[in-house]
Structure formats: structure tokens, C-alpha cells
Nanobody, 126 residues
Framework: QVHLVESGGGLVQAGDSLRLTCEISGDIGRIKSMGWFRQAPGKAREFVSS????????YFADAVKDRFTISGDSEKNIMSLQMDNLTPEDTALYYC???????????????????WGKGTLVTVSS
């Protein structure tokens, strides 16, 4: 069992930055990959970024590729998402997730990830 808890969301203006954190506990050895999805009001859940927990290989959605950075610290059991130059289109509930076997490049099409946090809200004003 793996437990994920997100933090770091807030209300910011366009152009600001935020750093989201996912605290990881439980059977961390079962994790192959981790990452972030987001869901805006009235919208479907959308892939943001993923990272291989062993070698650090990363993958990004086109909408955030030039602005967001994902990182993991296996010693501290923390995954982070650094979000720079935020826009109102980034407003969403951001979810931390983890999976036993899924390669990072398959995350954009993932439908059944193994573990989810409850989300942290990011609101970006104009």
C-alpha cells in the first residue's frame, strides 16, 4: 500500500510560480513511476507530467513542457512539481499519482493508475 498527500497549491496571479509537493509513505519499493494529473472545473482529468522513480526519466504534456519541472527525492520520499509562468489555463485541482509498472511515456494515456492523492488546488488569476 502507498499513500500520497499533495500540498503547495494556492491562489496566484498569472506569471507567478508555485511548487507542489507529494509526500509518499508505505511500500515505496513497489513504485515504478510517479507523476501529476490535473482537473479543471467541468473538465476531464488531464495528464501533466511523470517521472521514473528509479532513473529519474521524465515526461511532460505539451501544455506545460516549457514551464513545469518534475523531480523526485527517493531519500526523503517526496515528489515535486515546480510550476513557473503560470496562466489561468493552469487553474485546476492537481493530483499526485503512482503506479507499479507503467512507463513514464505511457502516462498520457493511463486510465487505471494504482495510487492517487486527494489533490491540491491551484488557482491562477489574470
Amino acid at each position: 500500500q502507498v499513500h500520497l498527500v499533495e500540498s503547495g497549491g494556492g491562489l496566484v496571479q498569472a506569471g507567478d510560480s508555485l511548487r507542489l509537493t507529494c509526500e509518499i509513505s508505505g511500500d515505496i519499493g513497489r513504485i515504478k513511476s510517479m507523476g501529476w494529473f490535473r482537473q479543471a472545473p467541468g473538465k476531464a482529468r488531464e495528464f501533466v507530467s511523470s517521472i521514473d522513480w528509479s532513473d529519474g526519466f521524465t515526461y511532460f504534456a505539451d501544455a506545460v513542457k516549457d514551464r513545469f519541472t518534475i523531480s523526485g527525492d527517493s531519500e526523503k520520499n517526496i515528489m515535486s512539481l515546480q510550476m513557473d509562468n503560470l496562466t489561468p489555463e493552469d487553474t485546476a485541482l492537481y493530483y499526485c499519482a503512482a503506479d507499479h509498472i507503467l512507463p513514464v511515456g505511457s502516462w498520457p494515456w493511463a486510465t487505471n493508475l494504482d495510487y492517487w492523492g486527494k489533490g491540491t488546488l491551484v488557482t491562477v488569476s489574470s
